[in-house]
Each structure stands twice: as structure tokens, then as C-alpha cells.
């Protein structure tokens, strides 16, 4: 029998192959292998990018030239652009904006070839600072409702260039998955006075099993409710609604914990592709949502159904969360 | 500038890309191959699946054996199962249910090798009709909430197996997405005292431009809020919330546009991976739901980004529906 979970946030419904479940060598994924070739995100490649917005770099470099550690540039190729008014209007029964926001690129690290496991925990800690950099600089744009921070690696995950980036999207409209997880966790909220997510903590911390690391601030997990086989949450212990609002040593921690987690991950499917967004509260909400608490959805590239499970929302799991974290803590395929 | 687009259904935001639009010729899309092999769905090997529930087949054969022209069986591997109670349970915070249900799987015709534009309008008749009776059959059940019809071609689009066939599962509960639109569709009935798929037919009947096919009872047209490239809606003109509906000439002229839809799709797109999903009213409220309007959802699979996308509920669509429709009504690619 196969078991039907709802989450608690969202009230979404899927289905968890308990009966049969698919182990990870029944995984029969697109394996994510470099091609090489000429990188505009590579040293020595600088004025192959529109000019550098920010980045970190040696005192004795100068911008568009070698010598940084991370790099943020405008997108070549912009979702949205930054420029003119968003002239929010109708036509007919349909409602219609001008594409106004930010679309950066974070270039995370000079080697071409070096996924997140393979960095340092300073390397790591150093391009998640500049995820709060930027979006401290971006909130400042009175036109900006949300900011998008995503990972796709590898071209099964959608990434057009195969050095390691993140993309960093200024929106002036909270997205609707967003909004909902929003809405679902204030109902949780009003009814039970607690934090949903908070709630999620404890029930992890206790029962264990869907655990796959824990440090003094984070704990990663596959969640009792997952949607995609292998996926992962890391998530502060602490309540905070607003990604930036680590603090001290949360950062190094969590850069930590984000390393480990996707190199466990990849002791056991050794050349994946995989997405991670970061889920933050919206501009100017950053410190009243009780109810919400900023978390990293992880998601990996192991199946190909997507247009069905996307447009009916409806998602069937292979492997229940709780023998995900099993194969995933112990770190090698069986 | 490209341009944002509020759905008037569910309020979801999409980027459409109509500053550098993708044409057909730069999807570099997996091309579904066939591949041939042992077909537990071909004529002669009725024995490898599980017996027969329903089929139309010549009077003179007897189930199980060659002579049907349609034929549904139970999935071998399903996803629900149709013995045991449903119960609903706590487990601290989460919710969960057994996994009851049906999974039936409907062959839609003998030819292994014959997709929808291959048959003939009769034939696609034949196993639209069939989606009918099993839909009578399974709204029987008060266990079951929802039937949920939908084809997956292609391995791209998650088909595991080459045969053209459809996917009929009876669901204890709603689907979230589904539960979304007809809320949608009632908020904007209470606003307007209009269902909004009606008004969506009457300003698409008036703008023209993202229409693909019209005949006396449906259009086929990109949906001006499309989420997908290429993505195509088939909705009868007159209001009907419930699939079933369906009465006299009705079932032929959707056939009808059906095939000639996916036909024209095929033009353009020559061996594509596609997924499509019948929006219906859930069992038991067909006749009520004045807001809510039966259509079909067909989503090529052109792109690969789908973590990022169904995770973040915001879509990137590379191509204007309005270009979409204009290649799709010429019916070659440019």
C-alpha cells in the first residue's frame, strides 16, 4: 500500500511509493558531465560578462579582471530588466506589467569544475555573504517585492552555462508558490499559535528518521512531505523569516551544513543535476512574519516527469523521505 | 522589455520572454524515438498485462485476446490501490491517508506505433469516449473525489512505456491545482457574476491571435498566460463545467480538434515528448459549478528547467503564445 502525506503548509497531497520504493541505483538520471570549452564565468574571461556589479576580490585587482573570489554580474541574457516603470494595466480580462526587476549572476568560484562539496567552508560562506550583499543593495529599489535566489547545476536542471553560478531575480511581485507557502503557514499560524515550520523542527528532532545532519544552527532533512525523490530542506533551528538575518557564526554554519549535505548527496548519485532556491520572506516583511521561517528547498534532477506533475500539481515520490535520509547519511550508494 | 502576465484564474505571474522570443528552431528538445521491443500493449499480448476491465473490441472476441480497438486494464504498477479503507490520520503535525485509489490505464489503440495526428477521427472518438464510461464507472466509488485523465507520450514527457495510452486515476481527494483553479474561477463568478473561462473565450474568439483551431463547439489557442512554450488549451465554447458532459455531435468535433491540434503541433514540432491533462469537475458537484468550465491542458516538453520552475511557481516562457499560435495555425516550421 502506498501511503498519501499532506503538507501542512500548502495542503498539497502526494503520493509516497512506501510499497515499492525505488533505491538509488533504480535512478536512471541524466548524468551532469563538463563539456569544457570557452567559459565567459572562467579567469582571464572577465570582459566576456556585461561589467562586474560587485565582487570579492584581492586589494590589488581592479574590477573585470582576475584576482576575485566571487564575482556578480548582470545577466547577458535578463529575465527582466532593470530599467523603466512596471505600469501595471489591463487588457480585456487579462492583467499585464512591463518585465521590470533584476537579473544578476553570482559566479561562486574561479574553478570552472568545482561543484559546492568540492569548496572550502569559507569558499562557500564567502558567496553566501554575497547573497545578503546583494540583496541588502537590491531591497533599497522601491519598485521590488521579492528577491529569488536559485541554483540550477547542470543541464538537466535547466543551467545554460555549466560553471558553478546562482541567479539572483529582483521581482516586483511576490511569486505565487511564495505567497502561498506564506499564507498556508500564517493559517497554521492563527489556528495553533506556533510556527509551522518551528513545529516541523521539533517533530524532526524527534522522531530522527528523515535526518541527514544537524549542526549548532541548521538541520538538513528530507521532508515527510516531499515532492521530488531525494529532496532536501535545510532549515534554521532558531525562528527567523528573513534569510539575511543570520548572524555571528550562523553563516559559517550554514555554509557548513550546505556543503556536507550536497556532498553526501553526492556520495550516493555521483554526477547530478540539481536546483536550490532559497525561500526568504518578501521586501519589507522581514521582521513581522511570525509565522514564516526562511528555509533552502534542495531539490535534485532524478526523474524526468515534470509538465504532468507540474500542471496538476499532484506528485507521485518513489522513495519514501525517511529511506532518502537513510541512503543519504550513510553517504554511498547500496 | 519582456512582459509580466497575471493569470486571471489562479493570480499566477509569468515572464514572457517577447523582447528576444525563442523561435522553433532553438529548442534543442529530446526527440522522442521510438524503440520498439516486447509491448505488453500490442495485439497478441493482452496476457502480460492484468486482465482487461473494459474494452471495445468485435463482437466475435472474447477479452483478453487481439480484436479491440480500445482497451483499459488496471496499471501493473499502480500508483494507488483500489482494496482498503482510505483512513485519514494524524501523525503529530502531518497528515496522511492510505494510498486508495485507481489506476487504470487505457490503450488507445492497437498500433504501437500510431500517435494521435496517425489515427483516425473515429478512432480518437472511440477512446475519448471510453474516458466517459470509465469516468461513470469509477465516480461510483463514494471513496473517490476526482478522476484525473492524463497522457504522458514520450520519455521525455515521463511515458515508461512507447504505446500510445492514457493514464485514468480516481484520487480519495482533490488535486491541489485543480482545487486552486475552481476557487479562482468561484472568486472571479463572485466578482463578476461571468465564468472566466467563458470570458477567456470571448476575448480570445475577438483578438484572434493566439487561436489555433476553431470548429462548431470548441477552440484550440496558447493561453495568453501560458506557462509553458507552445503550451495549447482545448475548451468547449459552451459552458459545461464537467467532462462527461459531452452530448450528441459534441464528442466527434472534439476528436476532431484534438487531432488536428496535436497534428499541427507535430508540423512544427516533429518528434516531440508532450503531456496533456483533462480539467474537470471533481465527482459529485458537475452540474453546480456555474464559475467552473472543463478544458483540456496540453504541455509540450521543449525545455528542461522544471525543479526551479514548478518549485518556485514562477515560469519563464521563451516564446509569446501569440508567436506559438502563429507558427502553430502554419503549421511548418519557419
Redesign the interface.
Known amino acids: 500500500?502506498?501511503?498519501?502525506?499532506?503538507d501542512?503548509i500548502?495542503?498539497?497531497?502526494v503520493?509516497?511509493?512506501?510499497?515499492?520504493p525505488s533505491l538509488p541505483k533504480d535512478y536512471e538520471y541524466e548524468p551532469h558531465i563538463l563539456k569544457g570549452g570557452t567559459c565567459p564565468f572562467c579567469y582571464g574571461n572577465e570582459t566576456m560578462t556585461p561589467p562586474e556589479i560587485e565582487a570579492i576580490r584581492n586589494h590589488n585587482t581592479s574590477a573585470n579582471t582576475p584576482g576575485w573570489e566571487v564575482r556578480v554580474v548582470p545577466n547577458k541574457?535578463p529575465?527582466?530588466?532593470i530599467e523603466?516603470d512596471i505600469d501595471r494595466r489591463g487588457l480585456?480580462?487579462?492583467?499585464?506589467?512591463?518585465?521590470?526587476g533584476a537579473h544578476e549572476v553570482l559566479i561562486e568560484t574561479p574553478y570552472h569544475e568545482k561543484d559546492i562539496p568540492d569548496l572550502l567552508d569559507k569558499e562557500v560562506e564567502n558567496f553566501l555573504s554575497m547573497y545578503c550583499r546583494r540583496s541588502s543593495d537590491l531591497k533599497k529599489d522601491p519598485r521590488f517585492k521579492y528577491i529569488?535566489i536559485?541554483k540550477?547545476y547542470g543541464?538537466?536542471?535547466?543551467a545554460s552555462l555549466e560553471h558553478p553560478h546562482t541567479q539572483i531575480v529582483a521581482?516586483?511581485?511576490v511569486?505565487?508558490?511564495?505567497m502561498?507557502e506564506i499564507k498556508g503557514a500564517h493559517h497554521y499560524f492563527e489556528f495553533r499559535e506556533r510556527c509551522?515550520f518551528c513545529?516541523?523542527l521539533k517533530?524532526e528532532a524527534?522522531?530522527k528518521e528523515r535526518i541527514i545532519l544537524e549542526n549548532k544552527y541548521f538541520l538538513s532533512f528530507c521532508p515527510?512531505?516531499s515532492?521530488?525523490p531525494f529532496e532536501i530542506w535545510i532549515m534554521p533551528k532558531k525562528h527567523q523569516s528573513y534569510f539575511c538575518q543570520t548572524k555571528g557564526d550562523e553563516l559559517p554554519q550554514l555554509a557548513s551544513i550546505l556543503r556536507e549535505t550536497i556532498s553526501k548527496f553526492k556520495a550516493v548519485f555521483p554526477n547530478p543535476s540539481?536546483?536550490f532556491?532559497i525561500h526568504s520572506s518578501p521586501i519589507g516583511e522581514q521582521e513581522e512574519l511570525e509565522g514564516y521561517h526562511w528555509h533552502i528547498?534542495f531539490?535534485?534532477?532524478l526523474?524526468?516527469?515534470?509538465?504532468?506533475?507540474?500542471?496538476?500539481?499532484?506528485y507521485?515520490v518513489p522513495t519514501p523521505p525517511e529511506l532518502a535520509a537513510k541512503y543519504l547519511r550513510g553517504g554511498k550508494q547500496a
Do not use: C
Open positions: 500500500m502506498s501511503e498519501l502525506r499532506r501542512p500548502g495542503g498539497r497531497w503520493i509516497i511509493d512506501t510499497d515499492h541574457f529575465a527582466l530588466k523603466g480585456g480580462i487579462y492583467d499585464l506589467s512591463n518585465g521590470v529569488m536559485f540550477n543541464a538537466a536542471a535547466g521581482l516586483p511581485m511569486p505565487k508558490n511564495v502561498e509551522v513545529d516541523i517533530q524527534q522522531e515527510f512531505v515532492r521530488f540539481y536546483n532556491i528547498e531539490m535534485p534532477k526523474t524526468r516527469v515534470a509538465g504532468f506533475e507540474s500542471g496538476s500539481g499532484f507521485l
